[in-house]
């Protein structure tokens, strides 16, 4: 409560000397990056500063040594269409891009040009630093593996793909369970376009706006410095109260 008055008088504050609107001090990307900082320097003043050892790293304790823990990477699980890239049948009205091939069962191959959201490679290599990728659509394999190709290009990128069986079905909504790719909730976050994949765990959701053809978009470019804030964080549930931050202070 005494946040939101010091945040309210902040905002008071911006009011220029001519009496005009001024911009405000923070934007809200700003305050919430501001918000995640805190939230992190709490998670570290609770659980301490380096009480988990590097792995491999040995210690020894009563003349024994025992093998460092072995630090685990939270899960970070993606959507593909209209999260990490847009893609049309060859013939509609775009005329560019990677161009893939599908083949679905008992049909003819259809060709596909695929778009990469702005920075989606560079994003991807950029947070498999510090988070163990899974890929998760709700789209069939046979569409998506040739897409997946297309993005990881050289290397694998994505440690799990799961795909439309891997989805539940809720009257013709594609659903997905993430308890499915990990059991404890509190490691485990899902970036997706779609409001209804996640209904099931949205305390674990980091919405984002479907993408189509924006060359500007950067919405992926903005995500990186807060998932790896959140990558360090005991409970990446707690990132709701960030998501909702002026809500909540
Ligand atoms: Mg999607």
């Given at each position: 409560?005494?946040?939101?008055?010091?945040?309210?008088?902040?905002?008071?504050?911006?009011?220029?000397?001519?009496?005009?609107?001024?911009?405000?001090?923070?934007?809200?990307?700003?305050?919430?990056?501001?918000?995640?900082?805190?939230?992190?320097?709490?998670?570290?003043?609770?659980?301490?500063?380096?009480?988990?050892?590097?792995?491999?790293?040995?210690?020894?304790?009563?003349?024994?040594?025992?093998?460092?823990?072995?630090?685990?990477?939270?899960?970070?699980?993606?959507?593909?269409?209209?999260?990490?890239?847009?893609?049309?049948t060859i013939g509609s009205t775009m005329r560019s891009g990677h161009v893939v091939e599908v083949k679905l069962e008992n049909q003819h191959a259809i060709l596909y040009y695929v778009h990469k959201r702005p920075y989606c490679h560079w994003f991807l290599t950029e947070v498999a630093e510090y988070f163990s990728l899974v890929l998760f659509t709700a789209s069939v394999q046979q569409y998506a593996d040739p897409v997946i190709n297309c993005i990881e290009e050289e290397?694998?990128?994505?440690?799990?793909?799961?795909?439309?069986?891997?989805?539940?079905?809720?009257?013709?909504?594609?659903?997905k369970d993430i308890g499915k790719v990990e059991k404890s909730l509190s490691n485990v976050l899902i970036i997706d376009n779609s409001p209804m994949s996640y209904c099931l765990h949205k305390e674990n959701a980091i919405p984002i706006e479907g993408w189509l053809n924006d060359p500007t978009d950067i919405d992926l470019l903005s995500l990186v410095p807060v998932l790896r804030a959140v990558s360090t964080i005991h409970d990446v549930r707690s990132f709701v109260v960030m998501r909702d931050g002026e809500k909540s202070y």
């Open positions: 409560m005494r946040k939101g008055i010091v945040f309210a008088k902040r905002q008071a504050s911006c009011i220029d000397k001519r009496g005009s609107t001024a911009i405000p001090p923070y934007s809200t990307k700003m305050m919430k990056l501001r918000l995640l900082l805190m939230l992190w320097l709490r998670e570290k003043l609770f659980h301490g500063w380096g009480t988990v050892p590097e792995a491999n790293q040995e210690i020894v304790k009563d003349g024994l040594i025992f093998s460092g823990l072995k630090k685990t990477k939270k899960t970070l699980i993606l959507d593909l269409d209209e999260t990490l890239v847009h893609s049309v290397k694998p990128i994505f440690e799990r793909k799961l795909y439309r069986q891997d989805c539940i079905n809720e009257g013709g909504a594609y659903v």
